[in-house]
């Protein structure tokens, strides 16, 4: 069994640290995809310190737990208890923003797309998590397209229809699809009347919007009403 990690977090946290980290970060991702696991906002995985000690062979409970209580501590790490037994001793684990985005090589803008570290190799799956490791496209992407999209609306109805675009062999890059996005937000469609005609995030990629064709307005000529042509792919007017 191989065991990765992120660099910048053994940098900062220890390299034992990070491939733990990194553990949890995948499990976290395949519970996303799959929509469970979700309380107070945010996707959670779970184990027991016997579970642990059995996918890390290397490590004692001991040196697991003083791990796991340095991560929290340092503020890279919650802690949680879901548990639906009093008596059931198993923790629940979730990633703060920024170790996520450490991971992911998320960028904070627009512009800017992420760049995953991690994308190599899987940590400790058991089960790959339902997403298409064909494209390069992944479910880390979202936040880069939520971040662009101009409508904020139904979020984890866009999540679930980003899932199911990611998983098309056919899906295009995120540089396209956010390339897309800024392509419509220029159309008079979308700016007129404050955005009201944008359609929800979900809705555009459900509907495959992202391969639209975008017509450009010319401006009107003075004392006369402006026409909508077309262009194609290399720029030229189709007649």
Not at 141 to 170: G, Q, T
Not at 184 to 213: S, V
Not at 220 to 227: A, D, E, M, N
Request: aromatic content about 12%; glycine content about 6%.
């Amino acid at each position: 069994m191989d065991y990765s990690f992120n660099v910048q977090l053994a940098e900062q946290y220890g390299v034992e640290e990070a491939v733990l980290l990194n553990n949890m970060y995948f499990w976290i991702q395949h519970n996303a995809a799959n929509k469970s696991n979700f309380h107070d906002g945010q996707y959670w995985t779970y184990n027991s310190a016997q579970a642990f000690a059995e996918i890390f062979p290397f490590w004692s409970r001991q040196k697991i737990d003083r791990m796991i209580q340095k991560l929290k501590e340092k503020g890279a790490l919650i802690i949680g208890n879901y548990n639906e037994k009093s008596g059931d001793r198993t923790r629940w684990f979730a990633l703060p923003d920024g170790i996520t985005a450490v991971i992911e090589g998320r960028a904070d803008h627009c512009s800017e797309l992420s760049n995953p570290l991690l994308k190599s190799e899987q940590p400790l799956p058991d089960n790959k998590p339902d997403i298409n490791t064909d494209t390069n496209i992944t479910l880390a992407h979202f936040d880069d397209f939520w971040a662009c999209y101009p409508k904020k609306k139904s979020k984890e109805s866009a999540r679930k229809a980003f899932m199911k675009l990611i998983r098309n062999k056919s899906a295009p890059t995120i540089e396209r699809l956010i390339e897309s996005v800024k392509e419509h937000m220029k159309t008079p469609d979308w700016e007129k009347q404050d955005g009201q005609f944008i359609p929800y995030p979900a809705t555009y990629l459900n509907g495959g919007m992202y391969d639209d064709e975008i017509t450009k307005p010319l401006n009107p000529r003075p004392g006369g009403g402006g026409r909508t042509i077309q262009f194609d792919e290399n720029g030229m007017v189709i007649p």
